[in-house]
């Protein structure tokens, strides 16, 4: 019995691909069907899939203010992106919110639920925590979000995402600035003190992979 390190190689007309393509494969097909599928089930009836698991998280959520004693704690993620510059992606990617693009927004990232923008108010449904949370984020100034360097951002965007019953849960501030590796993007969000750790820890990686995807798409577009 061969028990040494598995290395699969497959061949496609002559051409030999090692793993990583055909993983490669699979993961760009998982979304491309992953999409499908939530365009097919519709907003409203992905409310009515997940209202179990939303009634949960409103359960756990909701009592964090309060238990936070008013305090707030912020997960950052930064990225920098050669090859497009701020006018460029965010062209883009506001445009996508203010047309209510659900296939780029509910396509960036494999938990985004439900993201209808179309309304100003943008209904969210995602993963935060251990499971989906539907919240509505506003944009507006005046969010008290600014950690040292913000100078270096000249973009600052700021909203407040609130429970279906009005308990403000998260604040967020997304910064963008061009700088000598190109695009640089700074992105906060905050949750009460008091939320468990993977709450902080898993909305940095959130981030990470919706705006890369979005990313590429505004990339692609131009």
Known sequence: MNTGALDVRTVIDGVEYGDEAVRQWELDRSRAALTLLKQRIGDERMRELLAPDLAASDA????????????????????TAAGIDVDRFLTWWQGRLAGGDRSALLSANPEHYLADSSGGVVEIIETIGSGPLRFFLTFHGGVE??????????????????????????????EFGDGPDGL???????????????????????????????????????
């Open 145 to 174: 979000i600014a950690d040292e360097g913000h100078e270096e951002y000249p973009v600052r965007i700021g909203g407040t995402g609130r429970l279906g019953d009005g308990t403000e849960i998260a604040r967020v501030m997304h």
């Open 60 to 79: 756990v959520m909701a009592p964090l203010p309060n238990g936070s004693g008013g305090a707030w704690r912020s997960a950052v993620t930064e990225m």
């Open 184 to 222: 640089r993007i700074r992105l906060t969000i905050q949750f009460p003190a008091n939320a468990p750790e993977h709450v902080f820890v898993g909305h940095q990686w959130h981030f990470a992979c919706e705006f890369t995807n979005w990313l590429e798409g505004a990339h692609a577009q131009a």
